[in-house]
Nanobody, 126 residues
Framework: QVQLVESGGGLVQAGGSLTLSCVAS????????WGWVRRAPGKDGEGIAC????????YYSDSVKGRFKVSRDNAKNTLYLEMNDLKPEDTAMYYC???????????????????WGQGTQVTVAS
């Protein structure tokens, strides 16, 4: 009974910042690499950030590299996403996801993941 609760989304002006959180329960948090996937209306999910088991490595999609920072607190079973310099194209529903790892690219990250939470909506106004 994995449960993921994403929070922190909202409406923000372009150039602004938001920090998202994902609290996980029912899972051995540290045994997985974790990341964030976003889905805009009418589009496929896009993996954007991933962090390895103890935070030693991070991976970002080209679309967010340099603007977003993913982190994790294994003691709190929590994943974070710091989003800076937000752009209208960042508007999407954001979900956290786990993968057994290692990270092998965005085409495979969380490809078999099923325990999606409710997500948190990020809307960036221009």
């Amino acid at each position: 009974q994995v449960q993921l609760v994403e929070s922190g989304g909202g409406l923000v002006q372009a150039g602004g910042s938001l920090t998202l959180s994902c609290v996980a329960s029912g899972v051995d948090f540290v045994n997985y690499i974790w990341g964030w996937v976003r889905r805009a209306p009418g589009k496929d999910g896009e993996g954007i950030a991933c962090i390895t088991w103890t935070g030693g490595s991070t991976y970002y999609s080209d679309s967010v590299k340099g603007r977003f920072k993913v982190s994790r607190d294994n003691a709190k079973n929590t994943l974070y996403l710091e989003m800076n310099d937000l752009k209208p194209e960042d508007t999407a529903m954001y979900y956290c996801a786990a993968d057994t790892g290692p990270f092998t690219g965005w085409a495979t990250f969380a490809a078999d993941f099923t325990d999606w939470g409710q997500g948190t909506q990020v809307t960036v106004a221009s």
